[in-house]
């Protein structure tokens, strides 16, 4: 897939929420108890196929 930005300006575009605040998805819950751990082992995972 062609992607018209460079990956640091697709990264800027991608806001990450604080560990108090709302979550992302709606819940209502904290985003530290809610997506937190999950968003943590993706992160994990893409950073580590990009070292391979």
Do not use: I
């Not at 806001?15 to 751990?37: A, I, M, Q, T």
């Amino acid at each position: 897939m062609l992607s018209l930005f460079t990956p640091r300006e697709e990264k800027a575009a991608v806001r990450v929420p604080g560990r108090n605040e709302s979550c992302w998805c709606g819940s209502g819950k904290k985003y530290k108890k809610c997506h937190l751990d999950a968003d943590m082992r993706k992160q994990k995972h893409v950073v580590s196929c990009r070292k391979s």
